[in-house]
C-alpha cells in the first residue's frame, strides 16, 4: 500500500528553536495534514493544506503543501516545552477515496 | 469540531477473550473509521463504519477477529476477539470533519489495550 515517508523519526531541541519536518511519497495526494498527538490522547488536527503550494499558518505552526502535490513540511518556530508530542503528517487522494495514510511520525522532546 | 467520546480509555483483558470499544459522537456524520496503533507506531485503519451496511475492512483485518457495528449517525462500537497479546495497541475511531481547521479528521481519546 502507500507509504508516508516522514523524517526526522525523532528531534531534541532547546527551548525557543525552529524545528522543520516533513513528509514525502511515491504518489500524488490531494490533501495533506499534520496532527499532532500527545501521550494518552488520539491526534489532534493542526493544519489542513489542499492545493499545490498552499501555505497555511496556524499560530507558530506552518506547513506547505508541495508543488508536485507528493510532499510536505511542517515547520514550528521557536519551539516551547509544549510542543513536545509525536507529529503525524497524513495524506489523501481525494474525491470518492477517503481514506487517511499517515506518516511514521516525528517525535519531538524540547529540553527547557 | 466534532466531540468523540471513546469508552473504554484503557483496559487490561486475559488472552482468548473479547473487549468491545464504544464510540459515541455529538454529532450525526456518515461515515466512522477504527485506526489502531500499535506500540510506538503510526496508524492503521482498520475498517470504516456506515450506518445501516456491513464495515469496509482493510486489507489484513476480518470481520471475525474486529467486528463492528453501527446502529446509527453517531455511535459505532469495535469488538477485538479472541484476543492475544499482539492484540495489545491503542485503538482509536475517527470521523470527518469539517471544523474551524478546515476538513480533517477528528480522533477519539483512544483506547489503550493490554492483552496479558
Known amino acids: 500500500g502507500q507509504q508516508l515517508n516522514q523524517s526526522p523519526q525523532s528531534m531534541f531541541i532547546q527551548e525557543g528553536e525552529d524545528v522543520s519536518m516533513n513528509c514525502t511519497s511515491s504518489?500524488?495526494?490531494?490533501?495533506w495534514l499534520w496532527y499532532k498527538q500527545d501521550p494518552g490522547e488520539g491526534p489532534v488536527l493542526l493544519i489542513a493544506?489542499?492545493?499545490?503550494?498552499e501555505l497555511t499558518s496556524n499560530g507558530r505552526l506552518t506547513a506547505q503543501f508541495g508543488i508536485t502535490r507528493k510532499d510536505s513540511f511542517l515547520n514550528i518556530s521557536a519551539s516551547i516545552p509544549s510542543d513536545v508530542g509525536i507529529y503525524f503528517c497524513?495524506?489523501?487522494?481525494?474525491?470518492?477515496?477517503?481514506?487517511?495514510?499517515f506518516g511514521k511520525g516525528t517525535l519531538l522532546t524540547v529540553n527547557p | 469540531s466534532a466531540v468523540i467520546s471513546q469508552k473504554p480509555s484503557r483496559d487490561i483483558c486475559q488472552r482468548g477473550t473479547s473487549l468491545t470499544i464504544q464510540c459515541q459522537v455529538d454529532?450525526?456524520?456518515?461515515?466512522m473509521f477504527w485506526y489502531r496503533q500499535q506500540p510506538g507506531q503510526s496508524l492503521t485503519l482498520i475498517a470504516t463504519?456506515?450506518?445501516?451496511?456491513?464495515?469496509?475492512?482493510e486489507s489484513g483485518f476480518v470481520i471475525d477477529k474486529f467486528p463492528i457495528s453501527r446502529p446509527n449517525l453517531t455511535f459505532s462500537t469495535l469488538t477485538v476477539s479472541n484476543m492475544s497479546p499482539e492484540d495489545s495497541s491503542i485503538y482509536l475511531c475517527?470521523?470527518?470533519?469539517?471544523?474551524?481547521?478546515?476538513?480533517?479528521?477528528?480522533f477519539g481519546s483512544g483506547t489503550r489495550l493490554t492483552v496479558v
Open positions: 454529532s450525526q456524520v456518515t461515515m
Open positions: 504518489s500524488i495526494f490531494n490533501t
Open positions: 475517527s470521523v470527518e470533519d469539517y471544523g474551524t481547521r478546515g476538513d480533517g479528521y477528528t
Open positions: 497524513a495524506g489523501r487522494r481525494g474525491g470518492s477515496n477517503y481514506k487517511l495514510t
Open positions: 463504519a456506515n450506518q445501516g451496511s456491513e464495515a469496509t475492512y
Open positions: 493544506l489542499y492545493k499545490a503550494g
